[in-house]
């Protein structure tokens, strides 16, 4: 769990990773302030983080995901209200990766699929 002091008494935000890949799924998230570690999830397995928004609206949190047989891909998986042009914008980000790309809080996101840098 990271926690910012900003706003102390403000509710969390958080990303949950659900891995529906059928194999193991490595998980690497960050922030500019913040390397949350190396996480290994096998099929099904949940992995979470609770944090608060800072007083800009800039919070910025990725994720570096591998997998046997996908290419790399570098996913952003919370983007702060100065970012409302996200096209999954959410307070508690709930992400699925699948074999066929990535889905946002119930949302295919047809633009971010294996490879790249979305």
Sequence with gaps: MVAMAYFPYAAADGVTIVNQLGEDL????????DDLGVQTLV???EYGFRFRENIWGSTLFWCDFTANGYPPHRQDVYK?????ANTCWCTSCNWVV???GFI?????QPSWTWGGTN
Aim: hydrophobic share 25%; aromatic share 4%; net charge neutral.
């Design 98 to 100: 699948s074999p066929n």
């Design 80 to 84: 702060g209200d100065r970012y409302l």
């Design 26 to 33: 490595v998980v690497h998230c960050a922030s500019a302030n």
């Design 43 to 45: 099929n099904l397995q």
């Design 104 to 108: 946002c809080n119930g949302q295919q």
